[in-house]
């Protein structure tokens, strides 16, 4: 069966830090990934996603960058963290885009 | 492109109460719609989901969602409430061949004892 990991599970980092979240999956080949930040008492917003190696697709511009190294990795990071930029963010994989994604444990992250 | 929208920010009910939670979509054609939840800190759980068929759908947990085309909606049902169901509740609505699935804003149950 397939799984989903997030790590780390909280990240408590200052204002300024780089950061760098990562996602992998288990038990399924070339899956659509798709990172998401969820702001306290309020639904997601879909940041990137990825259909492939290094093919990765922005939806929201702001100073978070994502990467896809290998098949099943999917990695969110950031050069300088706002506090903004607080929240839990979530990891979610798909086998067909438009289909059923499902999702990781999330990291909370605060940004001090 | 798509979008939903669920009423309700917040819903208390007392535990074996019947409940629902309402999701309404705005899509030209025939969506996919979802059901998820969310415990406190954790990621969302799918209960169920529509993609052609049987408009009546159900979901694990004892839960169920109708999809009601001349009325836009997706509501999520369930005839008895127990405690465990109190958590954050997402509709989301996707579309054929499309990455950018759209959640609502997600509503709260409380369950009372």
């Known amino acids: 069966s397939q799984t989903i990991h997030q790590w780390p599970a909280t990240l408590v980092q200052p204002v300024g830090s780089p950061l760098s979240l990562e996602c992998t999956v288990e038990?399924?080949?070339?899956?659509?990934l798709y990172w998401y930040r969820q702001a306290a008492g309020r639904g997601l917003q879909l940041l990137f996603y990825?259909?492939?190696?290094?093919?990765i697709s922005s939806e929201v511009p702001q100073n978070l960058s994502a990467s896809r190294p290998q098949d099943r990795q999917f990695i969110l990071s950031s050069k300088k963290l706002l506090l903004s930029d607080s929240g839990f963010y979530l990891c979610a994989w798909s086998v067909h885009s438009g289909e059923t994604q499902y999702f990781g444990p999330g990291t909370r992250l605060l940004v001090l | 492109a798509q979008s939903v929208t669920q009423p309700d920010i917040h819903i208390t009910v007392s535990e074996g109460a019947s409940l629902e939670l309402r999701c309404n979509y705005s899509?030209?054609?025939?969506?996919?719609l979802f059901w998820y939840v969310q415990s406190p800190g954790q990621g969302l759980q799918l209960l169920l989901k529509y993609f052609s068929g049987d408009t009546l759908v159900q979901g694990i947990k004892g839960f169920e969602a109708e999809f009601k085309r001349s009325q836009s909606s997706f509501n999520l049902r369930k005839p008895s409430v127990h405690w465990s169901d109190a958590a954050e509740y997402f509709c989301a609505v996707g579309t054929y061949n499309n990455n950018d699935m759209r959640f609502g804003a997600g509503t709260r149950l409380t369950v009372k004892p």
């Open positions: 038990g399924t080949s070339n899956p659509n």
């Open positions: 990825s259909v492939g190696i290094g093919q």
């Open positions: 899509y030209g054609a025939t969506p996919y």
